[in-house]
């Protein structure tokens, strides 16, 4: 059975989900041990900054390619050019080999630029399942929730009165929640689905305060609301960040918020997406890109990078509104923190000598050749070889129309490439065979 409150369990993001809560637990309990504060949204924002200065070397790794690109995009469209109507194995085999040499005379990767978004996916689908269900992966937190939940079990009815909670406030746990302790369903599940949707109420309060009916859950059952209330204001200390539950979607919050007329709190969550679509913008904006180059325009994959530099805040702009409040202030500060990366690369960058980098990248370029046990030249006289051998093998039995004097001249010069050069080289093929 699928408890959201046990750490997510996916083959490949499970182990990401429960090394990211390591993480965010150590930094929680870091807060908590020296400064004396509880706080998950703090929390994230030194998470994040964690994570992207732990990336600070791919991140100006990444955009050193993006410079060298650009002055390389000229010898790369050169070689496309020269190739551009040659389908044939030999012309592909040789218009590969010259990339590579461009490659390596800059020293990128033509994945160079892959690297960091293949690192940022995985964390950012794991960070919403630790964002979103922080008691899994937060020991201290879970442990006052554990509380809370073992006082409610103690009591005749609570499955009720938990199924009640849970369709008043419209909570989404992943799960249909099964609050009834049976051969299947063991204490500790229900203890975890319990868990689940009470970290998930607008607020912990609002289990003792009259709902929407003007009902009130725990009247009758003291030492629960005596435990909830004891236990506010600790839920407020770790869990809200300016008044915004963190495990709560900014819609959500303005919908809830809206008949009760309380706009600073919409005006709050509004302000996450807000921020995200903003600070993502400039962000991109500081990155080098190839396609600032005029000469690129018409370039197919540079036309996509700037699609896609358009789409990605407009896209974070609107999911921002359906996910936890936590992965919006992780999307938000990253771009910040990123563009104050990207400030301090780009003037690093902006005093680099690109001639310098060359250098050092044709010897090591040269240097790797030389371990293979290839220099330059063999590569060349290989293509070439390789380049006669293959022409000579297609044109084999192509002389039915050649003329007969041409073939039987075994000793004149043929310009390359003529029907009767490729007829003489069917006949010394030949003369060969018969004296085997």
């Known amino acids: 059975m699928n408890i959201l409150l046990t750490p997510y369990d996916g083959a490949i993001l499970g182990p990401i989900a429960k090394l990211l809560g390591v993480i965010m637990d150590a930094i929680y309990m870091f807060m908590y041990n020296i400064f004396g504060i509880e706080n998950v949204g703090l929390s994230i924002i030194l998470f994040t900054i964690v994570i992207y200065t732990l990336m600070l070397p791919l991140t100006y790794k990444q955009q050193k390619f993006s410079k060298l690109s650009q002055a390389m995009q000229p010898e790369l469209k050169a ?7 040659k389908k044939d194995e030999a012309s592909q085999m040789a218009m590969s080999n010259e990339t590579q040499m461009v490659y390596d005379k800059y020293g990128v990767s033509p ?9 940022q996916m995985p964390i950012l689908l794991t960070l919403y399942r630790v964002f979103y269900n922080v008691p899994a992966y937060i020991t201290a937190v879970r442990d006052k929730f554990v509380v809370i939940a073992d006082e409610i079990m103690a009591y005749d009815g609570f499955a009720d009165i938990m199924t009640k909670i849970t369709t008043d406030y419209k909570v989404n746990t992943g799960v249909t929640p099964n609050f009834v302790v049976s051969d299947t369903n063991t204490i500790d599940q229900v203890r975890n689905y319990i868990i689940d949707v009470i970290y998930k109420v607008p607020s912990i309060d609002s289990l003792v305060k009259p709902n929407a009916d003007g009902e009130v859950y725990f009247t009758s059952l003291d030492s629960v609301t ?5 236990g506010v204001k600790e839920f407020h200390e770790f869990n809200l960040f300016f008044g915004l539950n ?6 959500n919050i303005i919908t809830d918020n809206f008949s009760a007329g309380n706009f600073i709190l919409m005006f709050a969550a509004l302000m996450i997406p807000f921020l995200s679509w903003l600070t993502q913008v400039v962000s991109l ?3 080098p890109t190839a396609n600032n180059d005029k000469n690129n325009q018409n370039d197919m994959m540079a036309q996509q990078m700037k699609m896609m530099n358009k789409t990605m805040p407009l896209m974070s702009l609107f999911f921002c509104f359906t996910l936890p409040v936590g992965l919006g202030i992780y999307w938000t500060i990253s771009a910040g923190y990123r563009c104050v990366q990207q400030l301090v690369i780009n003037k690093i960058i902006s005093n680099m000598s690109l001639d310098d980098i060359i250098e050092k990248n044709k010897e090591k370029a040269k240097q790797k050749q030389e371990k293979r046990g290839v220099y330059e030249n063999q590569i060349r006289e290989a293509a070439a070889m390789k380049t006669r051998t293959i022409e000579s093998k297609a044109n084999i039995g192509n002389y039915a129309d050649v003329d007969s004097d041409a073939y039987n001249n075994a000793n004149k010069i043929y310009k390359p490439g003529s029907m009767a050069s490729k007829a003489n080289m069917v006949r010394e093929y030949n003369e060969r ?4």
Not at 111 to 119: K, T
Not at 246 to 251: A, H
């Open 111 to 119: 994945m160079g630029s892959c690297g960091q978004m293949l690192i």
């Open 226 to 230: 005596e435990i909830i209330n004891s």
């Open 433 to 436: 065979n018969s004296r085997k």
């Open 246 to 251: 963190i495990s709560d979607t900014p819609w």
């Open 285 to 287: 904006k500081l990155m």
């Open 79 to 85: 070689i496309q050019e020269k190739y551009k109507n």
